[in-house]
């Protein structure tokens, strides 16, 4: 059973076109981060949403925490091939009030934008 | 600085090779990870280390090898390795310990491992 949804899978676009991702889980996270990666690349930190209806701005990207804080959302406006890579949501539950434990990720999604 | 840096980037080896692959960060951080990657897949948590010590073990086989020799290194040693065991192995540290329940991992760049 996969703790976290993301969708959708795939998502090819044109450049200027908006989207949004999706991260659901019936389980509630401490914290839910948004990973960007490209390939042979590490994947890299765009975001940590901490406080449920939390709303985040990084420049045309929009990350929303829900009021649970059992699902995120990503949303990109006027897409760029820049932002062509894969996109990971994780999250960090509570274990015995210790975060060191395990960071759960979503099964991504590959985004592709066209010139 | 956010910065985990992991050697080699590029490994080839064969099946009878011994070979280890290394990160080291100086966040500070107490938390250490290794993950494995397969191609358009999400990381697969293999191992983490909470100060120096082995604290989760993900039924990882034994001949991955983890190894915490201080707060700031981890190794992975790899003994006896199969074809399917190629991947991108990244290694991730965050603050870890405690009751911080909001601490993000930051990654390296990750070592690519082809077995031949």
Known sequence: TQLL?????????????NLTVYCNSSSVFSS???????PGEGPVLLVTVVTGGEVKKLKRLTFQFGDARKDSSLHITAAQPGDTGLYLCAGRKLAG??????????????????P | DTEVTQTPKHLVMGMTNKKSLKCEQHMG????????????????????????????????????????????????????????????????????????????????????????
Request: hydrophobic share 30%.
């Open chain 1, 32 to 38: 839910l981060q948004w990973y960007r990666q490209e």
């Open chain 1, 5 to 17: 949804e993301q969708s959708p899978q795939f998502l090819s676009i044109q450049e200027g076109e």
């Open chain 2, 29 to 116: 951080h107490r938390a250490m990870y290794w993950y494995k990657q397969k191609a358009k897949k999400p990381p697969e948590l293999m191992f983490v280390y909470s100060y120096e010590k082995l604290s989760i073990n993900e039924s990882v086989p034994s001949r991955f090898s983890p190894e915490c020799p201080n707060s700031s290194l981890l190794n992975l040693h790899l003994h006896a390795l199969q074809p399917e065991d190629s991947a991108l192995y990244l290694c991730a540290s965050s603050q870890g310990g405690g009751r911080r329940v909001y601490t993000e991992a930051f990654f390296g760049q990750g070592t690519r491992l082809t077995v031949v």
């Open chain 1, 97 to 114: 009030g210790t975060s060191y434990g395990k960071l759960t990720f979503g099964q991504g999604t590959i985004l592709t934008v066209h």
